[in-house]
């Protein structure tokens, strides 16, 4: 019987990037097209366990853990804003000699990924958002309190953000919405919440949802970009998602009329239970252009 290639196997290294010593997972064959995968809040590569061996013999796929998240490595005096995990991905980018690469783009990855795409054109050859929004019309009434938080920073509204480092609140984003939560594997969450108890961890999340903001604020930019290169976008999406609307997905379509959107049933945390749909999506989309 003849084993699988061992380019199939996802494997752990660690790299230093702009003062940051990054920890990422990498699988497939160098030689191939690469895809850069970028994950969501509260989770970390990990969220991409299952989701890399099934893209591995076409693409090169790579996945990092954010700043902030994840078994990533920071200095003391790091700056937890959105634009600074661009920048560190950015470096990441730069230092393994990524020039050109397709992004997966789920949750915080989309605004750290819309702010990559605009500053390096020329790199980005394709974009996938997994419920990775860039519109308003994709933001539910489920952001109400951290837009009150966004609105009046104040002490008492910064603690009402804590309610989202708890297990409880990390087990319902992973499960609310899919089709059978007891397809949802417990590791996920768990490992999540356990990280998110780290010392310090709480301080760094609550400076990220703050300036969440400004990635809202940053979304004519992104339209503009999406209108001025034409992108290939492919938006498949978790229908069932609390925070990020299938209006979300849509809306690509404004400025890019031929992007392509598929509306799963599933929820936030949709590869849990559609990695395989995903994946076959992923494929079919990036080898028409990815040649």
């Known amino acids: 019987m003849q084993r699988p290639s061992e380019h199939l196997e996802t494997s752990v290294h660690r790299i230093e990037a702009a003062g940051v010593s990054i920890f990422y997972r990498a699988a497939g064959d160098l030689r191939n097209p690469v895809i850069l995968l970028l994950h969501g809040f509260p989770s970390s590569s990990h969220q991409f366990r299952a989701f890399m061996p099934r893209l591995a013999d076409r693409f090169h796929v790579i996945a990092p853990d954010l700043p902030g998240f994840g078994f990533t490595e920071v200095p003391d005096d790091f700056v937890y804003s959105f634009d600074s995990l661009a920048e560190t991905i950015g470096a990441f980018c730069d230092v393994l000699g990524l020039r050109q ?46 837009r009150a938080y966004w609105a009046d920073p104040s002490p008492a509204n910064r603690d009402a953000m804590r309610s989202m ?24 969450y768990w490992l999540d919440a356990a990280l998110l108890a780290r010392p310090g ?75 395989g749909v995903i994946a076959d999506h992923m494929c079919d989309f990036l080898q028409r252009h990815l040649r």
């Open 165 to 188: 480092f708890t297990l409880e609140t990390t087990r319902w984003q992973y499960t609310h919405g899919a089709p059978d939560p007891a397809r949802v594997a417990p590791e996920g």
């Open 201 to 275: 961890q709480d301080q760094i999340q609550l400076d990220l949802i703050a300036d969440y903001a400004r990635n809202v604020a940053l979304y004519p930019r992104i339209h503009t970009y999406l209108r001025e290169r034409q992108p290939p976008l492919l938006a498949v999406w978790g229908a069932n998602d609390p925070f990020f609307l299938p209006a979300g997905a849509k809306a690509f379509r404004r400025d890019l009329p031929e992007a392509e959107v598929h509306l799963l049933d599933a929820g936030h945390f949709a590869l849990e239970t559609h990695a």
């Open 101 to 146: 690469y397709a992004l997966y783009l789920f949750d915080y990855g989309a605004p750290v990924g819309f702010r990559l795409a605009p500053q390096r054109p020329d790199a980005i050859r394709a974009i996938v958002s997994q419920n990775g929004n860039a519109y308003e019309e994709g933001m539910s009434e489920g952001w109400a309190p951290t």
